[in-house]
């Protein structure tokens, strides 16, 4: 959700509108509210009749989300809440199946734009980087707890960060850190000033690992997206907005596994894992945004949507038959 500003502009809008197609009294999941952009964008094109849940761990987010959607009135439910525990939520509501479900992945401007919720490198803040505050762990338990080869573990798996060993070193050197800056300052200094990426802030990997490692941002998705494809009724959609290549990887290879049926290996007659098709992949490459939204919205540069259409009725898509061994990437 990196595209959220204090105006709010949603991003790759009119791309998902034409991907998730909301018709007038359906019901929908927007997995992620944040603001309500998408949010508001669905709801015009669901009334009469059509109905709205909107997920967010953040209270904060609910509560913005809750103004700019309140002229909907009954139409929709705001609730706080995990996307990974989408089905638990909805059967708690009452809602069997839905007709499409949205997610927009990541981290708000709203969020990053607020010192004192701790993910920017550029403002001075405590480093806490929760999107639930009412869990306990916060991203200085993990500074100045892990040792420090699972420290730099945590750069490399979360933030793909090259110099992981040198900052998890120079990290535990500088012990305690209790700010934003101060960590930000202490990876500048750990990056030969030669290496320094020339797109983004020396920080930005560490301070996406750590983020990713709080709030649990893989795991939830490993869970939460076969588990909003099966809450999908027959022919709804499912459409996925991410900013970085771990969460993309992860939706292109849970897409392609539940588009793909059989799992037996080749020349396997007949087929012994009664795999069966669960979605029709929609975008055979991501959608990314136009030159003119990024004029308008340059924090939407890194974003990629993708979709797919639920098929006929299955077992649990977690749990396909013959292990669901990845597919092959697809570019």
């Keep these: 959700m990196v595209q959220v500003m204090q105006t709010h502009i949603p991003v790759l809008r009119e791309e998902v509108l034409a991907l998730l197609q909301p ?55 705001l609730v706080q809440g995990n996307f990974a525990s989408i089905k638990e939520i909805l059967a708690g509501l009452g809602i069997p199946a839905v007709d499409g ?13 607020e010192p004192e919720r701790g993910f920017s490198f550029n403002l001075e803040g405590p480093l806490d980087m929760r999107m639930d505050r009412r869990q306990p762990l916060r991203a200085a338990d993990l500074v100045n707890e892990l040792s420090e080869d699972a420290l730099a573990d945590l750069l490399w798996r979360y933030g793909e960060e090259r110099w992981a060993r040198r900052i998890a070193s120079a990290i ?49 998705l490993e869970k939460g997206l076969p588990d909003a494809v099966e809450v999908l009724r027959e022919g709804g959609r499912i459409c996925v907005i991410t900013f970085h290549s771990l969460e993309d990887r992860v939706v292109k290879q849970t897409f392609l596994r539940l588009s793909r049926g059989c799992t037996c290996p080749p020349g396997t007659s007949p087929c012994r894992c009664g795999g069966r098709r669960w979605l029709r992949v929609l975008t055979k490459h991501p959608v990314t945004p136009s030159l003119e939204e990024l004029r308008r919205n340059p924090r939407a540069r890194s974003a990629k949507l993708r979709a797919a259409e639920r098929l006929a009725d299955s077992p649990h898509p977690a749990h396909p038959p013959g292990g669901g061994e990845e597919a092959g990437d697809e570019g």
């Design 172 to 220: 535990v050197r500088a012990r305690p850190l209790t700010t934003t800056r101060e960590l930000a300052t202490v990876v500048m200094e750990a990056i030969p000033r030669r290496a320094w990426p020339r797109a983004i802030h020396p920080a930005t990997r560490t301070f996406q690992a750590l983020r990713i490692a709080v709030n649990r941002e893989l795991e939830n």
């Design 101 to 113: 479900v949205l997610m927009d992945l990541g981290l708000s401007s709203l969020q990053l734009e």
């Design 23 to 77: 018709r007038a009294g359906g019901i929908y999941v927007d997995a992620t509210v944040g603001g309500g952009g998408h949010a508001e964008a669905i709801l015009e094109r669901i009334l009469p009749g059509g109905r709205l849940i909107g997920l967010d761990l953040d209270d904060v987010a609910l509560k913005r989300a809750s103004e700019r959607l309140a002229r909907f009135g009954e139409a929709v439910a």
